[in-house]
């Protein structure tokens, strides 16, 4: 079974506007993080934002949020305010296990493009 | 922020030779590092953990003895891709987890394109 599930291969946002990246997963852990990255054309994996699963808040950075739903297992990735330069792959991440056997697994990811 | 290096960027080599990658971090020590596969427009594809002193723990599916994972300090991990062929041809990165709970940095990558 897929423990990261991103049901969205594609998106398309226009400028300015806000967007939401799907994302649900699967652990019995009781302790897990969620991670949301950002990968340009370039390669290099770009940190977005961070949710603990025992975090009562959602987490927010800037323009992203996290929007999480711990009982139905998910952690929507919210991008407010669109700029041309978030056009790029997204992909979702957990973190399991305990210390000296996690994991980070990863979604499949979701292409976004920006239209101006 | 933690940086986390990775060498060479790219290689391209004939087949049946063997490619090491190196996984450095450099500002700070890491117990646990992770290698990636990604095939273009794909996701990443967890090949295995490596643990600092002991042996790697590879996923389900990825050949121990062809993608031999070494972690001999805090701050180095290397993957050797040993008789590489075509089908090995992909993108290889690292990670490496941090102190906290949100810390994962990644390398940059290496493309290797096997000929």
């Known amino acids: 079974a897929q423990k990261i599930t991103q049901t969205q291969p594609g998106m398309f946002v226009q400028e300015k506007e806000a967007v939401t990246l799907d994302c649900t997963y699967d652990?019995?852990?009781?302790?897990?993080?969620l991670f949301w990255y950002k990968q340009p054309s370039s390669g290099e994996m770009i940190f977005l934002i961070y949710?603990?699963?025992?975090?009562?808040q959602n987490a927010t950075e800037g323009r992203y949020s996290l929007n999480f739903q711990k009982a139905r297992k998910s952690a929507n990735l919210v991008i407010s305010a669109s700029q041309l330069g978030d056009s790029a792959m997204y992909f979702c991440?957990?973190?399991?296990?305990?210390?000296?056997?996690?994991?980070?697994?990863f979604g499949t990811g979701t292409k976004l493009q920006v239209i101006p | 922020g933690a940086v986390v290096s990775q060498h060479p960027s790219w290689v391209i080599c004939k087949s049946g030779t063997s490619v090491k990658i190196e996984c450095r971090s450099l500002?700070?020590?890491?117990?646990?590092m992770f290698w990636y596969r990604q095939f273009p427009k794909q996701s990443l594809m967890l090949m295995a953990t490596?643990?600092?002193?002991?042996?790697?723990?590879?996923e389900q599916g990825v050949e121990k003895d062809k993608f031999l994972i070494n972690h001999a300090s805090l701050t180095l991990s290397t993957l050797t891709v040993t008789s590489a062929h075509p089908e090995d041809s992909s993108f290889y990165i690292c990670?490496?987890?941090?102190?906290?709970?949100?810390?994962?940095?990644f390398g940059p990558g290496t493309r290797l394109t096997v000929l």
């Open positions: 500002d700070f020590q890491a117990t646990t």
């Open positions: 652990t019995s852990d009781p302790s897990y993080g």
């Open positions: 991440a957990m973190r399991e296990g305990i210390e000296g056997y996690q994991k980070v697994t």
């Open positions: 990670s490496a987890l941090g102190l906290f709970l949100d810390e994962q940095f």
């Open positions: 949710q603990g699963s025992y975090d009562q």
């Open positions: 490596s643990n600092e002193g002991s042996k790697a723990t590879y």
